[in-house]
């Protein structure tokens, strides 16, 4: 690759379970498309290498072909062919793993919540870094996520690094430190990884159960930069309360350790040009935000009448972390306010999609609530474009996206003050803020009543100050929330830690 800057362009390689919008489940994919384009479009190389998923969108995947090899990776005690397929995702190129093992580990109609993703996500990311050294690679970052691809640290530096792969330094991204993909540790082997070598308390060892390994512990101590998405989940993750057990791990390897808000892209979520919505608007355009608002009421049978009356909405998983029993408060709140709520979003826990599913059916006919309870990309769109406000209620948050989505579209967010929503939300009321960066509504206790006062405020300037609403509405549709500037902090973080390699390389 030629740059045409002063610096020289990076080689990076992502080897990610999730890439938006093939293979999303939530902001991992997000964040492997959004930087990668936006490091590409600063001139740098970029790879993605993915397991090829029976249910990803195909049609999505342009140029999908398969390579005339089959190339050979080891689990189990044997070698296993993988046919190897090429395409392009968003101008991204990117490899799809297909392993040919009995088990058809990505034949299985969903893309986690498998008996056996421990043996899934160890054996894809062996066959990665395979395919890695086998096609002659020599990247200057493999950039792994979650506990997923996290495996990747350890069998680079104990196996790969030996076998000719030495060209990179490791990136690891941890998207939420509540996943950790803890295993018995005799499970380690599998992937060829020496499992008594590594359940140590330096190493993989979990911090808890001694006879267990924890893949994202061991990315943490195996990477040469270990990143989380947002400055003050970072901080979070760093204490007791919030780090889920490797506190101790990350303070000890704090160094390496940097938290970096991520960017939504731009291109994707675009009220201008986004041809999920009735209408496109703009800033300087506003109008066509009331005909989305229009257009949402009436495919979901709201009340029309008042076209003033605010609709409150919410995207989200359905999982504890997200405050799902004050996302419900939120919607009796609303009712009582005078408000319109909307709720998308689905649940991989039984009791919490059975709960929803019984409140959906109670609002099914009701003209001020309704609840969508799938994942829906079109409708979500709709949702953003429609909505006056967006409600994010969350016990935790690494970084978000859909606050910044909401902005991005007009919607003025209603958050609680942790993680990435600290980072990107600032209280209309907070003195303490320079009044340019102010840009929502925010409640720091985590319950009912925390959730009802920062709503009433939201209302009452909604309400009372039709003025200062629109410019709020307009100032953070302004807001720069790309890719641009987060891609930039990691960029330096690559060129600082290739730049250490090589020092290192050339005292030794
Ligand atoms: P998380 O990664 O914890 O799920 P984020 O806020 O980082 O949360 O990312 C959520 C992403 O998933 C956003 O792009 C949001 O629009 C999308 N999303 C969440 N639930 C749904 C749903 N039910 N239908 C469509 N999109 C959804």
């Known amino acids: 690759l030629v740059s045409s800057g002063v ?31 936006a490091l590409q479009k600063k001139g740098h190389l970029v790879e993605v290498v993915l397991p090829k998923y029976d249910c990803m969108q195909h049609d999505r995947v342009n140029d999908l072909r398969a390579l005339d090899v089959l190339l050979e990776s080891y689990f189990e005690g044997r070698l296993h062919k993988n046919k190897i397929w090429v395409g392009t995702v968003e101008g991204l190129p990117v490899y799809f793993i297909e392993p040919h093992h009995p088990s058809k580990f990505f034949w299985r109609g969903q893309f986690y919540g498998e008996h056996d993703d421990f043996k899934r996500f160890s054996y894809f990311s062996r066959a990665a870094l395979e395919l890695l050294l086998r096609a002659g ?32 330094r490791i990136c690891f991204t941890c998207h939420n430190f509540e996943y950790q993909g803890t295993a018995p540790a005799k499970e380690l082997s599998s992937c060829g990884l020496d499992a008594h070598q590594l359940n140590r308390p330096d190493r993989m060892q979990d911090n808890s159960a001694h006879d267990t390994v924890n893949p994202v512990k061991g990315a943490v101590v195996f990477s040469n930069i270990v990143t989380t998405v947002s400055p003050t989940y970072a901080q979070e993750v760093r204490t007791a309360e919030g780090g889920r057990g490797l506190d101790s791990t990350l303070n000890f390897h704090s160094r390496k350790f940097v938290g970096i808000l991520n960017g939504i892209d731009t291109d994707a979520w675009n009220p201008s040009t986004d041809n999920f919505l009735k209408v496109q608007y703009s800033a300087d355009d506003i109008q066509g935000k009331k005909e989305n608002k229009q257009a949402l009421r009436k495919n979901l049978k709201l009340s029309m009448d008042d076209p003033m ?32 709520f909307v709720l998308l979003g689905s649940s991989p826990v039984q009791h919490i999609q059975s709960e929803f599913e019984g409140i959906a059916n109670h609002f099914r006919s009701h003209p001020q609530v309704r609840l969508i309870l799938k994942y829906d990309e079109a409708l979500s769109h709709l949702i953003y474009a429609a909505s006056d406000m967006f409600i994010i209620p969350s016990m935790f948050e690494p970084c978000g996206l859909t606050q910044m989505i909401a902005m991005r579209y007009g919607s003025v967010p209603i958050t609680r003050k942790t993680g990435g929503l600290n980072d990107s939300v600032f209280d209309v009321d907070d003195d303490n803020i320079p009044a340019r960066f102010r840009n929502g509504f925010t409640f720091l206790s985590p319950d009912e009543q925390g959730v009802s006062s920062a709503l009433e405020r939201a209302f009452d300037y909604y309400t009372m100050d039709h003025e200062s609403w629109r410019e709020l509405v307009y100032s953070n549709m302004k807001i720069d929330f790309s890719w641009d500037s987060s891609a930039e902090q990691y960029i330096e973080l690559y060129e600082q830690s290739v730049a250490r390699a090589r020092t290192g390389a050339n005292r030794a």
């Not at 990076?12 to 093939?22: D, K, N, Q, T």
């Not at 690679?137 to 990747?152: E, G, N, S």
């Not at 359905?318 to 319109?340: C, D």
Request: some cysteine; proline content about 5%.
């Open 7 to 37: 610096r020289a362009g990076l080689h990076v390689i992502h080897i990610a379970a999730e890439m938006a919008p093939i293979a999303k489940v939530g902001g991992l994919g997000d964040v492997v498309t959004g930087l990668s384009k």
């Open 137 to 168: 690679k020599k990247p200057d970052i493999i950039h792994c996520h979650d506990w997923q691809t996290a495996f990747v640290a350890p069998l680079y530096w104990d196996l790969y690094a030996s076998k000719g792969l030495n060209s990179a």
């Open 309 to 340: 009356q605010p609709l409150v909405c919410c995207i989200t998983r359905l999982v504890p972390q997200k405050g799902v029993h004050l996302i419900r408060h939120a919607m009796y709140r609303t009712i009582e306010l005078g408000g319109q």
